[in-house]
């Protein structure tokens, strides 16, 4: 299968461990990821006021590159395209539904791009690999494991981007699972966090690191009061915040201990029996690798 | 009254003589034998002018003279830049004066500066890394993809694809797409976000080049090397001291490309 | 005690926030759900709830000189929650969206310590500003 991938800034720079282990698991299930060729930043976070449009122009443009991904050949036939970054999956999402809910106003968004070579034509769908690979079976990904992570405690992360609002949202708002479910198939012990949807801060990080430190400390203690060993994650936003700004979480909270946050990703890479050079552990700011070589997982 | 007559008179003669001055000189061509003449507007006001001028040259013809805002008159320096408006359209268009025919009913101004942020930096002490592009220029993080800096250049380079590759950290990808950029500025003054993309691609431009092409090649290495030894001191000094007649024609009768023989290894 | 007198102002004021944020905002009934799911409550000099109702007597100036919308971290988890179906984010966009209009930013985009722009991904300072700067 060939599906239009958009990969998002971040997933290019800081973040690119979750590209690459997210590249390496897909091909591993048969999957591959085309990238979109001459992508633009989404424009995160989706606007919210009725009258504005020039900040739906970003994803506008993006799926016309769907459009003509379809055309040169690159994919055939194929409108879906995979999103991993939870803010991107988003602002996309939402704003693929704005426009096709409004039709004026994606005419007026593609009068104003008059110098693509395609207008919108409103056939493109926004999927999250999560979602992706749920449609595919998480009892198919399981066929493929070759090194099930059952020595592992994993507790999912979820963040807002995800979820909420309904329309857009991969699962349950209140009680997802299918995060668990794939973790689950890759042989892990899944744990269960109550603030597993709780935000971790979002864009509040550039301005006050505090409070972020303050969400963190909760979303991660509840998790490891449960037994988690490891987070997961889908989000850069919330990996730096939950990950990054560990450092200002010990300083307000001296015991506090350390614990890893991935992209749920390079789990699957590890489950997959991949090379370690696909995770990109370097990436992460709290090492994993001590933890996964004490599991025998790398 | 006969005073005031005079004071009169003296302006306009004062008038006559700056318009004249202002004038170029075409040579070969008489005003009378010129056929093809239109209109075009300079701020607004109507100017009768031959049809064949570029903007620049027209802009003089009218008796303008250009003490800023022109360069090297060749579409390279990025200092005539121009908005205008064709007849009967609405759209603000953008170009280089001195590379743009004039047409009837043109309605146009010039921009001669843009007053752009330009903040100062040592390589040296910099990362080779997206972050160090925010630092200089945040604003780069607004940008809405509208393209409108794309439709403002007059060198017709993809801008928007350039400042979206900066986001990205491909700055290979700017180098080579912002490389024929002339810094007009134009692109700056349309941007809703307000960044100053020829900035930002200048910074990424000189970082690729510092640390992203790779090793510098040995014959650069050996040039440098012999230079500080004193390999070309003398001939320096020499050429230094020549009078101008004696550079002309040193010049002049200078050896051509086509009769140098291959070498392996040019001196 | 403070006496609140509604002119038409707070009326136009009422109805331009409803405009710009899509939300029949007269149909907050004040349950507090809101205010109880925010991750940010604790932070905000007033709740979301409280915001709702300074909105619905069309207290402008009181309203718009709080912190609390600029706190707000959209996401989305009042949307989710409130029984009346009122998207209280939107509601809280268009507040910061009045001020940001007005070539009034809420964070100088110059002054982000070196130290953190090392390290912050792109994500974060592309949302940041779009939420905070207009």
Request: glycine share 6%; proline share 4%; hydrophobic share 35%.
């Amino acid at each position: 299968m060939k599906i239009p991938f958009y990969p998002g800034c971040t997933l290019k720079t800081s973040a690119k461990n979750f590209e690459t282990s997210a590249i390496a698991s897909a091909k591993a299930l048969d999957i591959e990821l085309v990238e979109l060729p001459r992508w633009n930043c989404c424009g995160t976070v989706f606007s919210l006021t009725t009258d504005d449009l020039i900040h739906h122009v970003a994803p506008v443009r993006n799926f016309i590159r769907v459009q003509e991904m379809n055309e040169s050949g690159l994919v055939k036939d194929e409108y879906r395209m995979v999103v991993l970054c939870s803010m991107c999956y988003n602002t996309l999402k939402r704003a693929n539904l704005r426009v096709k809910n409004n039709r004026d106003d994606l005419e007026t968004i593609n009068n104003l791009m008059y110098e693509e070579n395609q207008r919108y034509e409103g056939k493109v769908d926004v999927v999250h690999l999560l979602s992706l690979l749920q449609n595919i079976g998480f009892d198919k990904i399981k066929e493929k494991v070759k090194k099930p992570i059952k020595s592992l405690k994993v507790s999912p992360y979820y963040g807002c981007m995800l979820l909420r609002p309904k329309e857009v949202g991969i699962d349950d708002a209140e009680d997802p699972t299918i995060q668990e479910d794939l973790l689950a198939s890759l042989g892990a012990e899944v744990i269960d966090n109550p603030y597993k949807k709780v935000c971790c801060g979002s864009y509040q990080t550039v301005q006050d690191k505090r409070i972020v430190a303050k969400l963190a400390y909760d979303i991660l203690t509840h998790a490891q009061e449960r037994g988690a060993e490891v987070i997961t994650t889908s989000c850069p936003l919330c990996a730096f915040n939950l990950d990054n700004r560990q450092k200002e979480v010990k300083e307000m909270h001296p015991g506090f201990k350390e614990i890893p946050v991935l992209y749920f990703t390079q789990l699957m890479a590890i489950a997959l029996g991949l090379d370690k050079e696909t995770c990109g552990f370097n990436l992460n700011y709290v090492n994993p690798e001590s933890l996964l070589k004490s599991k025998n997982l790398i | 009254m006969k005073a005031e007559q005079n004071r009169v008179l003296n302006s306009q003669e004062i008038m006559r003589r700056i318009s004249t001055a202002s004038k170029p000189i075409v040579s070969g061509v008489e005003e009378k034998d010129v056929e093809h003449w239109v209109t075009i507007y300079i701020m607004g006001k109507g100017y009768k002018v031959p049809a064949d001028l570029t903007i620049l040259t027209a802009i003089e013809y009218a008796g303008y003279k250009f003490i800023r805002g022109c360069g090297c008159r060749q579409g390279f320096c990025g200092a005539c830049g121009t908005i205008y408006r064709k007849k009967g359209e609405y759209k603000l268009r953008t170009g280089m004066a001195c590379q743009t025919r004039v047409e009837d009913g043109m309605y146009l101004v010039q921009i001669p500066f843009t007053p752009a942020v330009k903040p100062s930096y040592d390589l040296n002490k910099e990362e080779y890394a997206v972050s160090t592009v925010f630092k200089y220029y945040p604003e780069v993080a607004r940008c809405v993809s509208c393209n409108t800096c794309t439709k403002a250049c007059p060198q017709g380079l993809q801008v928007m694809d350039y400042v979206q590759a900066a986001i990205k950290g491909d700055f290979k990808a700017v180098a080579e797409e912002s490389f024929d950029c002339i810094q007009c500025g134009l692109c700056a003054l349309r941007c809703p976000s307000e960044i100053v993309q020829y900035n930002v691609a200048q910074l990424v431009r000189r970082m690729y080049g510092k640390f992203g092409t790779g090793p510098v090649p040995a014959y650069v290495t050996k040039r440098i090397k012999e230079i500080a030894e004193g390999k070309f001191k003398e001939d320096m000094d020499r050429l230094t001291k020549l009078s101008k007649q004696e550079l002309e024609k040193l010049y002049s009768e200078r050896k051509r490309e086509s009769e140098y023989k291959e070498t392996k290894d040019s001196d | 005690m403070h006496k609140l007198v509604i002119e038409s102002k707070n009326v136009e004021f009422l109805a331009k926030v409803s405009k710009l944020s899509g939300q029949p905002i007269t149909r907050c009934d004040q349950c507090g759900i809101c205010s109880g799911s925010c991750p940010m409550v604790d932070e905000m000099d007033i709740t979301p709830s409280q915001l709702m109702r300074m909105v619905q007597l069309g207290q402008e100036e009181e309203v718009l000189g709080t912190k609390a919308m600029w706190l707000c971290a959209s996401c989305y988890t009042c949307t989710v929650r409130c029984p009346r179906g009122l998207d209280v984010s939107k509601v809280a966009e268009a507040l910061r969206q009045i001020t940001l209009r007005q070539a009034i930013d809420h964070i100088d985009i110059t002054k982000i310590p070196e130290e953190e722009i090392r390290i912050l991904p792109q994500v974060a300072l592309i949302s940041a500003f779009r939420k905070f700067t207009g």
